[in-house]
């Protein structure tokens, strides 16, 4: 907790009387809404005491806050993962600033792998459930800190915002956005068919290296959240092929127009 304060004391300092009301994590190869973010101040996590550093090729490291649809927010363009070497505490220690810094709201996303064979590369996935299980730690072990110590997830992805997204879809008449579950893994290797068949067989549609501590923090502090997964490849067993990083960035690429269309949406509608 000291930690916590003493970060949000330097942030505030910086920031003068700017409050975030919307919380937004960029996940891999997404990092281009940033762009769309009239940025009023920005700092290199290496910067920011307690902070550590995104060390993956595709994520850049700073943290940022400006303005999206008129609104304030604040932006993490490139997050931290269990596989980096980082414990559960600070991987979800942006989230907790965030949440003293004032938000209101947390938006999130990731890129993931289909487990769903109705699924194709470059759709978008509303994440409308997880599966922690596979995760070898929690972010709430320990002394129990800015919220319930035993929190509820019977809802953990807002299904207020889940009915926006869906009607911002319709208006644009976007057919790739799906929905379905994701589970969380720590990587960093991919997963075997064998393992990849026993997660679609528990009810996993999409699977990735990210994404739920961040969300069990942000419930357990009653913060409602929006998360979509970016599908940059698929996983179904029975016609896996090789992954190439440079085609799931590429599909990424290609789908993150409409995510930054359905934030932008969102956020300029309200919570």
Do not use: W
Request: one cysteine or more; a negative charge; proline letters at 5%.
């Amino acid at each position: 907790m000291e930690k916590i304060t003493e970060t949000v004391e330097f942030l505030r300092a910086k920031i003068g009387s700017f409050v975030p009301q919307y919380g937004i994590v960029l996940g891999t190869g997404l990092g281009k809404l940033a762009e769309e973010i009239e940025i009023e101040f920005e700092f290199p996590y290496n910067e920011i005491p307690n902070f550590v550093e995104a060390t993956v090729e595709f994520h850049k490291s700073r943290l940022i806050f400006g303005k999206i649809s008129g609104k304030n927010v604040v932006c993490m363009q490139g997050r931290f993962h269990y596989y980096e070497g980082y414990s559960m505490a600070q991987i979800t220690f942006p989230i907790r600033v965030m949440k003293l810094l004032g938000i209101e709201c947390l938006l999130i996303s990731n890129a993931a792998g289909g487990l769903n064979p109705a699924f194709e590369e470059s759709d978008l996935m509303i994440i409308n459930d997880h599966i922690s299980q596979f995760l070898p730690s929690n972010p709430l072990l320990g002394a129990n800190i800015m919220g319930d110590r035993f929190p509820d997830m019977s809802e953990p992805y807002s299904l207020k915002l889940i009915e926006k997204a869906k009607k911002i879809a319709q208006k644009h008449s976007i057919s790739t956005l799906k929905e379905g579950v994701y589970v969380s893994v720590t990587g960093p290797q991919l997963e075997t068919k064998s393992e990849y068949r026993m997660m679609r067989m528990i009810g996993a549609d999409a699977v990735g290296m990210s994404t739920v501590p961040e969300v069990i923090v942000a419930r357990q502090m009653n913060i409602p959240v929006f998360g979509v997964s970016v599908i940059t490849d698929m996983c179904i067993p029975e016609t896996l092929q090789v992954a190439e990083i440079s085609k799931i960035i590429a599909n990424a690429a290609k789908a993150e127009p409409v995510m930054t269309l359905i934030f932008k949406e969102l956020i300029a509608e309200g919570i």
